[in-house]
């Protein structure tokens, strides 16, 4: 993020001509007095400021440095602002560096890139530096530097607790690890004030998610957090509710793993030989399997190191990382839909340690130096990543694996040259064997071909574990360097349950695992019946199913599960996952191909729904202090043709090749902006001599529900994305930290929003579907199902509960549920009906 300098960020007074300075600590010393004299900063300041010259080099080069204070100090900061010594005869700053010019930053949020971006362009004009280091016009340096500016990243603090704390033993089964440590750090940079969270000796600044992690909280420590600012109630308060409420969602997301290896454990997990050549690593996904070992390796990528020209580098550094969080964000989004918000969150995680600026200083610096930007970034992160490893912590050395992961994915965007190659084809029945896999391997992957995954790095929630998991492969994680002895092409047997990869196996260990497999074959074809029976009520009510997936490789999964169709595909992924609006060609292409994928199943695909929370940086889309409520959806295609017309074309051009296709719009809100889409629609299909395809609504807010009646007079079907409903009903920002809890698509409010939409759609004879996250809950579904909803679309591996789910109970049962969810006070009343009749006869 950058701070554009405002008037009087840089008044004349905070610029010092002709400075005369001892050395390096007391040019700190005047630039701290001058800033504190102006009100920017406390007089803290300037010791933060030697802190941070102990922890790194700030002097650019070319005769600028850049001090600034530490990360975890920013409450120090009262207003952003800079101050300059302009030293004529130079001051040392480090062995053989003397500056000239001495810019100290106070900044409250990570900008390093907006310095960068500015200085680097001054610093290509080598005569204009020489001019400013000897000008006797304040009004010339002010001009320079009226670009923007940045601060830097963290180090340890005393182990000493604020005034202002509270105390908290650490409940969460599975110990502070990244997915909490993020949304604490998310919370905590919401405040001015100065936030530590201690362990006993140990000091964490709540801001840093890898400071967090340092702490290594486990379940049962007891810890203190404290602050100190003028927001530091305020941010303690928070900070509580937040720590606190995540409690409930750990403690969840333990007992959902322990009933996972329960299952498995009630299966009878395949006894291996005693006295085999094996090898351990971590059960990641359960299963197993018989195949042939095959090294994946692209080959280690080789960054060239060209010198760019500044003025640029900092630019295409500042859109990689922007391109870089929106590929993470979608990655994050679209696991939760196909697996659930446990396994997303670790893209999130991935994303908030982009938000490191020790990464940008480090690149910054050897641009500086000359190098090329690509070189730069790719030293950073290497160099950054090892001193996590050389730690010596386990979590931290996860934690290196990721940054390294989105370093590439950042590398790739700043030159799509220096991608990670794509694999060459695996032989049939391969037990892949890899140092770690990464969202590029996932989409490069041949499933069919693999029978299992090895990795020497990762760890249950890593990318190898999600996407085993997500496949239904057999995969073992972390088995270390014992993997590069491995022969490729030699017999292997892998399994999942226990974590190990058994060599040569004999004729007799081969039979065993192979009787092992038909039996556990024998058993998932007779869930796999399960799945595909209907979602009808013991009376014979119907309600179809569908998955939520974006790619037509996610199809077989979902059908497997049980899947009728695709009640949600999502073709914002087609704009998230690359730099440039795809084209009709692009759109036509994917469209046809999970046309093809379902046959002539139903598929619901979704217009763009950019805006919100899914931006994306090449459209160019404003600014606006409030996405949610502002051009997003349906209100962003009306305004922008070039992104519409393209894609409805493509649409059109797949359903006359006969794809079975329904489209919906999003964000409507009104009578007019449908007519007005359905008039674009009907021209193209006209034009391309097309059939008539389906077109349908999203209702997701209150005033579409609101006039369901009206709307159904136009649309052919709805389908309701109560996420999104719940949030402009209930007022609450899904995103927000604090009110997320709150935020529950089970309120009566919402549920009264529901059937008023069910009521308008049914009296025009329209179905509709439901695809927010209610309804791949299975106490959920049935209270959906008892309002009229005709079709539920969720996650896939949510519909073999939400099946059974229906088909154990009665419409007029559920129906009765309904009306008195309809009438609770809250959402807690509504899910305490739970435990009461009708479904406490439920098998679930």
């Known amino acids: 993020m950058s701070l554009i300098l405002e008037a009087g960020i840089l008044p004349r007074e905070l610029v010092r001509l002709d400075a005369k300075v001892a050395d390096k600590a007391d040019a700190i010393a005047q630039l701290a007095a001058l800033l504190v004299a102006d009100g920017c900063v406390k007089p803290g300041f300037a010791a933060s400021m030697e802190r941070r010259e102990a922890a790194s080099n700030t002097y650019l080069g070319k005769g600028i440095a850049i001090p600034h204070g530490m990360a975890e100090d920013r409450d120090l900061i009262l207003r952003d602002g800079i101050a300059v010594l302009q030293v004529r005869d130079g001051v040392e700053w480090n062995a053989g560096q003397r500056a000239n010019l001495v810019v100290a930053i106070a900044a409250r949020s990570d900008a390093h890139i907006g310095i960068l971006r500015r200085l680097t362009r001054l610093m290509q004009d ?59 750090a998310e919370t905590a940079r919401r405040f001015a004030a100065r936030i530590r969270v201690r362990n006993g000796d140990e000091m964490a600044d709540a801001r840093n998610m890898i400071s967090l992690l340092q702490l290594g909280l486990k379940a049962g420590d007891s810890l203190t957090v404290s602050a100190e600012g003028a927001d530091a109630a305020d941010a303690l308060s928070t900070l509580r509710v937040v720590i606190t409420g995540l409690s409930a969602r750990e403690k969840a997301d333990a007992a959902k793993a322990e009933e996972k290896r329960n299952a498995a454990a009630m299966l009878g997990g395949w006894t291996g030989p005693e006295n085999g050549d094996v090898v351990e690593g971590v059960a990641a996904s359960p299963g197993l399997a018989i195949g042939r070992l095959h090294h994946l390796e692209a080959g280690p990528i080789v960054v060239p190191d060209q010198p760019t020209d500044l003025a640029s580098a900092a630019d295409r550094l500042h859109n990689a990382l922007a391109r870089a969080r929106e590929q993470l964000g979608a990655l994050a989004d679209d696991t939760a839909r196909r697996l659930g918000e446990s396994d997303s969150a670790i893209f999130l995680a991935q994303s908030e340690l982009l938000n490191d600026p020790q990464l940008v200083t480090l690149a910054s610096q050897k641009l500086v130096e000359g190098h090329g930007l690509a070189w730069s970034w790719h030293q950073a992160v290497q160099e950054t990543a090892q001193q996590l490893v050389n730690i010596g912590n386990p979590v931290l050395a996860g934690r290196a694996v990721d940054l390294r992961d989105v370093g590439q994915r950042v590398l790739a965007l700043i030159d799509p040259a220096l991608a990670k190659p794509a694999p060459a084809e695996v032989p049939q029945d391969a037990i892949l064997i890899a140092d770690d896999l990464t969202p590029t391997d996932t989409a490069t992957m041949d499933a069919d071909r693999v029978a299992g995954l090895v990795t020497a790095q990762g760890g249950p929630t890593s990318h190898t574990a999600i996407l085993a998991r997500t496949l239904g492969l057999p995969a073992v994680v972390g088995a270390g360097a014992a993997l590069s002895r491995l022969v490729d092409g030699a017999p292997a047997i892998i399994d999942g349950n226990s974590g190990r990869l058994y060599l040569n196996p004999t004729e007799a260990d081969l039979a065993s695992a192979r009787g092992w497999i038909a039996d556990e074959e024998t058993k998932r074809a007779r869930a796999a019946e399960a799945r595909a029976l209907p979602a009808k009520t013991r009376d014979g009510h119907e309600v179809q199913i569908g998955a939520n997936i974006n790619l037509a490789e996610q199809a077989a999964f979902a059908l497997e599960q049980g899947a009728e169709g695709v009640g949600l595909m999502r073709t914002e992924f087609l704009f998230l996952e690359r730099g440039d609006s795809p084209t009709e060609e692009d759109q036509y292409r994917a469209y046809s191909a999970m046309a093809r994928a379902m046959g002539d199943r139903p598929l619901v695909i979704r217009a763009l729904d950019i805006g919100g929370d899914k931006q994306v940086s090449y459209l160019d889309l404003p600014r606006e202090e409030n996405p949610f409520l502002g051009v997003r959806g349906a209100r962003l295609l009306l305004r922008r043709p070039e992104l519409l017309v393209p894609q409805v074309r493509a649409l059109y051009r797949a359903a006359k090749d006969g794809a079975q296709i329904q489209v919906m719009f999003p964000m409507i809100t009104s009578v007019a902006e449908l007519l007005a889409l359905r008039e674009t629609c009907e021209q193209i299909r006209a034009e391309l001599e097309a059939p008539d395809v389906p077109l349908g609504i999203m209702i997701e807010v209150p005033s579409a529900a609101l006039l369901a009646d009206q709307l159904a007079k136009h649309a052919d079907f709805f389908s309701i994305g109560t996420n999104d409903l719940t949030q402009y009903a209930l007022a609450i920002d899904r995103q927000n930290p604090v009110l997320a809890p709150e935020a529950d698509s089970l309120h009566p409010a919402v549920l009264k929003l529901i059937e008023l939409t069910v009521r308008g759609a049914h009296a025009h004879g329209r179905w509709v579907g439901v695809c927010g996250g209610i309804a791949g809950d299975a106490f959920g579904a049935a209270l959906l199902t008892g309002l009229g909803v005709d079709e539920l679309s969720m996650t896939p591996r949510d519909i073999p509960a939400v099946k059974e789910r229906i088909r154990n109970a009665d419409l007029p049962a559920l129906q009765a549920l309904a009306q008195r969810a309809l009438a609770a006070r809250d959402a807690a009343a509504v899910r305490a009906l739970a435990a009461e009749l009708p479904l406490a006869e439920v098998r679930a």
């Not at 000008?135 to 000493?160: F, H, W």
Request: hydrophobic share 45%.
């Open 126 to 184: 080598e005569p204009r530096i020489a001019m400013l280091a000897a000008t006797d016009d304040t009004g010339a340096i002010v001009e320079a530097l009226s670009g923007e500016q940045a601060i830097a990243a963290e180090a340890a603090e005393p182990a000493a607790d604020f005034a202002q704390n509270f105390d908290w033993t650490c409940d969460y089964p599975n110990g502070l690890h990244a997915r909490p440590a993020t949304e604490w």
